[in-house]
C-alpha cells in the first residue's frame, strides 16, 4: 500500500497522480523537484547573447521541450504532442509531465531541453482501476428491451462519481496490482469519514462497472482497459532512440528497471531516485527485460495472500517499437449488439461468490496467471443489405449522406455543383470521410473507375498547408497517382485542372516517360509540385533515376488497382517498397502518410496490399459478389441432371460434422422451395423454409435461426432471392444454389449471408471461411456465360466440358462474319478486351482474302511493293496506295496503279463540262459521289447534313475511298459520279507496321510518337516487303524510305520506320505478332505463301507409320481404346502393346531427365506432331495438333496411339523427342462392318455403353474391307468385331442393333431372335413368326409371304385370352416393329401389341426397355395411311393410362405429333382415336404447357359443334377443361363462344352422365373469367369454380392467385397505310395477338395479373401484314390498312383505354374531321408525324436521324 495525490481523473482506466509515501524510490523527494524548478526558471529566464542555442529549429510530434507555464508562473518540463494552425502563427499542444496538464503555447516560445533538467522521473504518474470494466445500459430498439452490459467507454455519471470521491476523500491509498507500459493498475482506497473504502468495488456496487478477471481482460478485445490503453498510447512518451538526446530516458522505463529492482532487495537499500537514474541510463533493453522479468518473480512470492500480475514483456516491446503517430486520431469501434462473454460469465456468477468478490479486494482467480498482453481493438465487419455495402475496419465512421456533411472545401463543392453533381452516391459517402480522416483506403466498387472518388476530399487535404509545414522544400511530390494507362492518366489530370480552376493553385505535373533514360533524367517537375499524374511503368523508371523522388510523398493513389496489379504487377512492387521506405522514418512520424487504391474487381494479388502496405486499412465494396471474394469464400460447382438435383442435393449436405452448420438453399420460386423442403424435412430436425408467401412467417424464422444450437447440428433454411433482405441473415456458413442466379448481382447477394464468416484477411491464421456451391443442370447452362467469368477468378474447378461450351457459346465470331476484324488483334496479334470488344477476333476463309484492286488485279499476299501512305492512323497502321510491286527484289516492278491513273484522267475529261459540274440535290447515306477540290475525287458520303444549318454552310462528312482519309466537304461540292467510275474498286490499302507495339501493355500509341510518325511519312514513297495479306490490309516489314544522291547515282536508307518507333521510346518487339495471325489463318483455312515446317518436313520425309491390321481373313486380338460410333473407333494390337508401353515410358523418362528441351517459346501450327502431357494419365504422348483455341492459348490435339481427341494447355505442349518417331502410331482407325448410327443418338450414350461393357477386355477383329482416313492419313479397317469371353463369340454388331445403338441389314436383323429363352407353346409361336418375318426382310421378291406372316401373326395373338399373355410375346412384337416398313405390316403389329398391352394391364416396362413409345411416335411423324394413325393412336392411349411411362411419352414429343394431328383434315375415326389418346395423357402442368403452345384451342371448340358421340365430347371437354388454369387460354375459350355452346349441350345431356360433369366444370372456369369483364353479374358465380377436374396443385394455385383482368393502356396513330398502337405494359411474361380483318385481340400477363384487349376496328386491315413487335420493352402492334386514306376514329365503339397519342402531333390539314381535333384552334397548319419502321424494327422520326423512342 502506499499513498498518492490525485491530480486529475479523466476516467477510472486513466487517472493521474503523484506517490507522497510508501515506495521507496517512487515516493517523490518534493526538494528535488522544488530545485529542479529554481534551476529551469533561472536558466530559461535570463537573457541570452543568442536566443537560437537554447530554441528549437524543427518541432515534431513527441519531443521534448520546455515551455513557460502562465498559470503556474514556471518554466515547465513537457512533451509536444501536435501543432495547430491559428492565423499567422503555429500553436504547441504540449503535455505537462509533472503536473499532467495540457497545454497550448506559441511555437516560437517552445525552448530546447537540457539533459540536466530531465534526470527525474516525470512527477506525475498515471493509474488505472485494476480488475474492472466499465458498465452501461445497452437499449434493443427493435426488442424494446434494455439491458446493463460491458461498454466501450465509462460513463459520465462513473467519471463525475470518481471525480466527486477523490476530491472529498481525505487520504487515498492503493495497491499495487501490475503495472503495464507507463500505467500503474492499483486497488484505490478512499478514507471518507474514518471509513476506508474500496473504490474498485465501490463502483461494482453501484454497477458502474463490473469485474473481470485478468485472462479475459486480455482475451476479450472489448475490455475497457485494453481498449483506454491502446487509445492513449498516442499520448505515451516516444522510445529514447526516437530523441535526439541519448541522455534522456522515459520515467516508465525508470519503473519497471531501477525502482523495481530496488523493491526487491527490500526497504533497507534505500538511495536517492537521480543517483538511481544516473546509473540506469546505459542499461540495454536487453538487460531491463531480464532484470523486469525477475522482478516480477520477486513480486509474486512476496506475500502469499496476493495474486500479483506476471509482468509481460509484450507491451515492453511494443513501447520500444511503437509505430509511428499520425496526427488525427481513430474512433473506436463501436460495440456489437449481444453482450461480451465477459458480461454473460459474470451474471452467472452466483450470488454467494459476488458477495464473496465484493468483500474481496483480490480476484476471485488468486491460482491463475494474470497478463496485461494488452490487444489492439480487431477490425469489424460492417454489412448494409439496403445500399450492398460492405465495410471492413477498425475505425467506425459515419457515411456522408450530403454535401453539406462531406468533409470537402466550399471551393470544390462549387465546382461539383458545377457539374450537376449534388449529393455524393453511395461508395463516394463511405470513402470521402476515410480520406478525409486521412485513412488508408481500399475501395471496390462498380464506379472504381471514376476519380471522384477520391479527388475531392484529397484535393481539400492537399489545400491544408500547415499539414505539411514540416515536408523539405524540394520540386518534388505531396501526392502521387497511379494509373493503368496513358489515356487514362490525361483524364485525371483534366479533372484536377477543372477541380481546382477556383480554388488555391496546384501545382500539377503529368509524368508520361518512355524507355530512354535519357529522357527520363530530363524530367522536370513543375516549382512546388504538389500532385503528380503517372503510370506504373513511368513512375518505376523515374524511381530509378530519382531515388529521392518520393522524400515529400504523402499521399499514394492506385487508380485501378486492379488493373494495376494485373498488368504490372512487378513495377507495383516496386513502387509500394519505394513507398513503405520513405515513409517508414522518424522524421516522418508527424507527416501524413496515406495510401489510397480504388477498383472495380478484388484479386488475390491485392492480398498484399492489405497486409503489408496499409496501416488500419479501410475497405469499402459496394459490389457483393467481390466481397464475397475478398471474403475468400470457397466456391463449389456440381453438375447433375435437372431431374437428380434434389437427389444429388440430399447426397451432399453433411448432417454428421461435429460443427454447427447453417445452410441457406436458394431455389426460383415457391414451388422449389416447397419440393426442396419436403425432400429435406426427413433429414433435418431443423429445416425452415420462406418464400413470397409466407410474409407473415419472416419473423418467426428469423427467431428460430438466431437460436443458440448444439455443435453438430445442421441448420437449414430453403427460401427465394426475395426473401433475402427481408431475412438479413449474415451467420450462415453455407450457402447452394439450387435455383441458378440469373445475374452476378443475385448470386452476389445470396453471398452476403456469410458476411459473419468472411476471412479476415487483416489477422494472421484467420480460418473463417464460407462455402458456396453451386448446382448446375442442362437447364441452367445458358444462363452460366455471366457467372462463369466470376467463378474464374474465384479458382474454382469447372469442368472442361462445361467451359469448352460455354466458351464456343459466347464466341459471336463463328457467325458474325459481317463484323470488321479487330483493330488491335490486327495491330499487335491480340486484344486484351476480346470478352467485350464488339468487333470480330476470328478469321474467315472468304471474308479475309486478299481483295482485288482491280478486275485482273488482286491484292499481294508476298514480294515487295512501294506504297505512299496517304492517311496515318497511328505510329504503325496507314492507309495508302501500292504504286508497284514485285516478286523478288531483283524483278522488275510492275505497275498497280495504271487504272487508277486513267480513271482519274477520264474524271477529269468528264466534269469539264457545265452540265456535269452540277451539285447533287438529294443525298444519300453511302453513296459515291465525285468531289470538286483541286482536283477530282471519289468519295463516299458518311453522314447527312444537318437541316438546321444554312444551304450556304451545310457540311457532309465524307470519306475519300482512293486515299483513305475523312473530312467535312461543302455540300456543293458533290457532284454526281457516272457508274462507269463506280466500277473501279477502292484503291486505298491497309497498311501495318509489324512486329512492333506501345511500351507498358498500352493498347493504344503515344500522340507524341503519332505525330511524329505522321509527319516523317505523310505522301512519300516508301519500299517495304509483305509479311502477310489478309482483306484490304497488308503487314508490312521492314518499310523503309529510300533517299536517291543524283550526283553520286545511288540510293540509301534514309530511316526504317519500325525503327523509328523503336527509338522513340515509346515502342517495344512484338516477336509474336505475324505468329498470331498466321495461326488464325490456319484456324481458318486460309492458305499461307512460302510456309515451311520442319515438322511437317519430317513428317513427309520418313513418311510415318502406322500399325496395320492384316486383311488375311483371320481373326486379331485387340483392345478398344477409343468408340464414338460405329463408322469410327479405334483399337490396339495386343501383339504391340508391351512394346508401346516400353516405349512410353522411355519417352517419359528422357522428359524428366532432360527437361532442358521444354522450349516456352515453341508455337505449334496445326498438322504439327509433338508431345502433350495427358492430365489423366500424367503421362507424356505423342499427339497431331488439329486446331487452336486462341483465347485460352489451348490446342486441340489428336493422341495418334489411342485415338482420342482432347484440349491441351499451350504450355503443356512441347517439340518431339529425337526417337519419339521410331515407333510406329498405335492407334487403327476402324469402322463396324454393316452398322449405321442412329439417327439423333448422341455419342456419349454409345461410348458410356462401350466403355462400361469391352473396358481393357480382349476382343477378336476381322478386316473386310479397308479405306484412307483423312484425319491420321491412316487406313481405316471396316471390319467385324466379337467378343470370344462370352459362349458362342457375340458378335459387336449384333449386339448393338439389340441395344438399339445401331441400325444393321437383314443379315444382322435374322440372328436378333436366335438365341431367345420360349416360356410356353404359345409364346414359341410368336417368336417363331417373328423370326420367320425378319428372315424375309432382305428378300424383296417375298414381301407377300412376309405380309401373311405378319397378318398371321396379328390373328393368333388377337385369339389368346388373358391369361396367355407373356411378357416375351409383347418383347418380340416391340422389336419386330422397329425394323417393318409396309404400312400393312406395321398396322397388323400395332394392333398384336395393343391387345398384349391390354391383357398385361399396367405392367408395360417392355415397352420402355424396347423403346416402343419413340418407335410409334416416329412412325406418326410422316405417316398418311389412316387406318396405320388409328392404330397408333390407340397404342399411345393404353400406355397413356400408365403413369410410369408418361414421361417416356412426353420426351418424345407424343403430344405435339398427336395436336398436329389434331389440326390436320384426316378422318373422323383417325380424330376420334387421336382426342382419346390425348385426353388419357393429362397429368402434368409439363403437359398443359406442350399442349398450349400447339394452339389447338380454337380448333377444339370448334370440333364440339360437329361431334355427336359422348366418348368424343368427353374426351375433348376433359383436354379443354385441363387447360383452363391457363389464362391465355381461357381468354381464346371465351372468344370461340365456348360458353354458349356448352350451354347447348348441358342442355341436351343427362346430369348423371360423366360429359355432364365435365363440361359443367368447364362452364364454371369460364363464368369466373367471364364475370371479371360483367360486373353486373352476381358475384355468387365467381365462387363455383370449385370442381376443376383433376387439376395439378400447382396449376390450381396458379389459377387461385389473381383470375381477374385488366384492359391495358393503348396509344395509337397512324400513316397512310398503318395503324400504330403502342401497348403501355412492361415486365410481361405471356403475351398473344390475334389478327382479324375488322378485329385485334391482345393478351398478356405481368406477373398474377391477365391484361386483355378486345378491339373492334373501325375499319379494315390486312391481318397477313399485319404484326406485334417489343420496341423498348413494350409491345407495338402494327397494322396495315386494307386502303390506303385517314381513319377518323381508330374503335367503332369508344373505349376510355384507348387514346390517341398526341406527342405525333404537329399540324392537321382543315380538311382533317377527327374527332380529337375538335376545340383546337386551327390558325395553322398542323400534321402528324409518324414513326419510320425501317427493316430492324427500330422507330426513328421521319425528321430526325437518331433513333429516339417515339
Known sequence: MFEIFIIKVEDPSCFWGRITNGFCDLVENANQYQRLEEKMNQFYNRSHEDLEEIKLPVLEQGQICAIYCHELRCWCRAILESLVSSGSSYLAECFLVD???????????????????????????????????????????????????????????????????????????????????????????????????????????????????PKDMVKSPNSASAISSALYQKKEVPAKKNVGHAALALWSETVQGSALTVLKQGPADQEPVAQCLQSQESISSKSMSKQYSETAVSLSNRKSTESLATFSLCSLEKELNCKRARFYLHDEMGMDRESSPVMQECDEIPAARRLLQFLNPDPLNAKSELEFNLQQPSYKMAFDPWNGVLVHSLIKLRPCRSMEMSPISLDLKKELWKKKIVSPNVVQAYCWPAIGRGCDLIAISQKGDDPLLYLPPLLTFLQLPSVYSYQPRRNLPLAIIVCPGRQKAHFVCQMLMDLTRTSRPLSLSLVLVGQDPEETKKTKFTKGCDVVVTTPHSLARVLQIHCLFFIRLSHLVLDRVDVLFDEAMDEMNTILQCFREATNVPERGSTPQQLIAVGQHWSKKMDSLLKENQSDPYVVITVMEEAALYGNVHQIVKVCLDCEKTSFLITMLDFTSEILQKTIIFANCAEEVDHVFKALGSNSHFCMKVHEGMSLQVSNTMDEWSKKFNPGTHVILVTTDNCVKALRITDATCVIHYGFPSSCEIFGTRLCCMVDNFDNLTMEGSTRQGQSIVLLTEKDVLQTVSILHYLERTEAKIP?????????????????????????????????????????????????????????????????????????????????????????????????????????????????????????????????????????????????????????????????????????????????????????????VEFIVCSVKPIDNEMDWNPQVSRYIKQKISNKSHEAKIALALGNTLWLNPVVRMAKLADLKTTILEYNIRSQIMNSGFGTDNAEHIERLKDLCRVAGLSLPNEHSPLKQLRYDNKLEHVTLKNDGNYHSVVISEFCSPKKFHVRLVATRDAFYAFENEINQKVMEKEMFISNSYVPTVGDLCLAFCETEKRWRRVKILSVVDSKR??????????????????????????????????????????????????????????????????????????????????????????????????????????????GPPAILNQLFSEEAVENKETSYIFYLCSSVCALLGDQNSSSLRTTIVEELKDIVLQYPAESASESGLHFLCRLLRFLSVPKEQTDVIIAMTHVARMQGRDLDEIKQERGIYVLVKLLQGVTSAELQESICIALGIPGENTDLHTAIIDANALKHLCHLLKMPIETNVWETTIGALASLLCSSRVCEEIEQQEIVCHLCMKIELSSKDKVLENVLKVLCYLSGRPQSLNLMLLSGLVSTIDRLLVHTSSKTALYEVANNLKSSLASLQNLHCPQNDAASCERNTGIMDLPEDRQNKLAVDPKSFHPEIKWHQKEDRLILNIKLRNFTEHSCKFDHCRVVFSASVGTKLYLADLELNGRILEEKSSCVIKNEEPVIILFKEEKSEWSTLLKFKNPNVTFDFNYLEEVTEDVSLPIWNGIRRNRKQVVIEPIIDEYDSFTSANDSSEEDY
Open 1194 to 1303: 489451348s490446342y486441340e490435339v489428336f493422341f495418334v496411339d489411342f485415338g482420342t481427341c482432347s484440349y491441351i494447355s499451350w504450355n503443356n505442349i512441347h517439340p518431339l523427342l529425337k526417337d519419339a518417331l521410331r515407333l510406329p502410331f498405335q492407334a487403327i482407325c476402324c469402322s463396324l462392318l454393316g452398322v449405321e448410327p442412329v439417327e439423333k443418338l448422341c455419342n456419349p450414350e454409345i461410348k458410356e455403353w462401350s466403355w462400361s461393357t469391352f473396358q481393357d477386355k480382349e476382343l477378336q477383329v476381322k478386316v473386310i474391307e479397308q479405306s484412307r482416313n483423312d484425319l491420321t492419313d491412316a487406313i481405316c479397317y471396316h471390319v467385324v468385331v466379337q467378343d470370344p469371353s462370352n459362349a458362342g463369340s457375340i458378335k459387336l454388331s449384333e449386339c448393338m442393333v439389340s441395344k438399339q445403338l445401331g441400325i
Open 99 to 213: 503536473y499532467a496538464k495540457h497545454i497550448l503555447v506559441k511555437a516560437k516560445d517552445v525552448r530546447r531541453a537540457v539533459d540536466a533538467f530531465w534526470k527525474l522521473p516525470y512527477r506525475a504518474k498515471k493509474f488505472t482501476l485494476f480488475g474492472i470494466q466499465p458498465l452501461t445500459l445497452h437499449i434493443d430498439v427493435c426488442e424494446e428491451k434494455a439491458k446493463i452490459g460491458p461498454a466501450v467507454r465509462w460513463d459520465s455519471a462513473a467519471i463525475q462519481y470518481f471525480q466527486k470521491m477523490s476530491l472529498e476523500s481525505e487520504v487515498a491509498e492503493a495497491k499495487l496490482q501490475g503495472v503495464t507500459g507507463d500505467t500503474f493498475a492499483v486497488q484505490l482506497y478512499l478514507s471518507l469519514n474514518d471509513e476506508k473504502v474500496c473504490l474498485n468495488d465501490d463502483l461494482v456496487a453501484k454497477f458502474f462497472a463490473c469485474y473481470v478477471s
Open 800 to 988: 472442361k466440358e462445361l467451359f469448352k461450351f460455354i466458351l464456343n457459346m459466347n464466341n459471336p465470331d463463328d457467325i458474325c462474319y459481317d463484323r470488321a476484324l479487330c483493330k488491335y488483334l490486327k495491330a499487335y496479334g491480340i486484344c486484351r478486351d476480346n470478352k467485350t470488344c464488339p468487333s470480330r477476333h476470328k478469321l474467315h476463309h472468304n471474308a479475309d482474302k486478299p481483295r482485288y484492286l482491280t478486275a485482273e488485279k488482286i491484292l499481294p499476299a508476298t514480294g515487295y511493293i512501294e506504297i505512299i501512305p496517304t492517311c496515318v492512323s497511328d505510329a504503325s497502321s496507314c492507309y495508302g496506295r501500292i504504286i508497284h510491286h514485285r516478286n523478288k527484289w531483283e524483278d522488275t516492278p510492275v505497275s498497280m496503279e495504271e487504272d487508277y491513273l486513267m480513271l482519274l484522267k477520264d474524271m477529269a475529261d468528264y466534269y469539264l463540262e457545265d452540265d456535269c459540274r452540277k451539285p447533287v440535290e438529294q443525298l444519300e447515306v453511302s453513296a459515291l459521289y465525285g468531289l470538286e477540290e483541286k482536283s477530282y475525287s471519289r468519295v463516299q458520303l458518311i453522314a447527312l447534313p444537318k437541316k438546321a444549318e444554312s444551304a450556304v454552310l451545310r457540311n457532309a462528312r465524307v470519306k475519300y475511298i482512293d486515299s483513305g482519309h475523312t473530312g467535312l466537304v461543302m455540300q456543293k461540292q458533290l457532284l454526281k459520279l457516272p457508274a462507269k467510275f463506280q466500277v473501279l474498286p477502292p484503291q486505298v
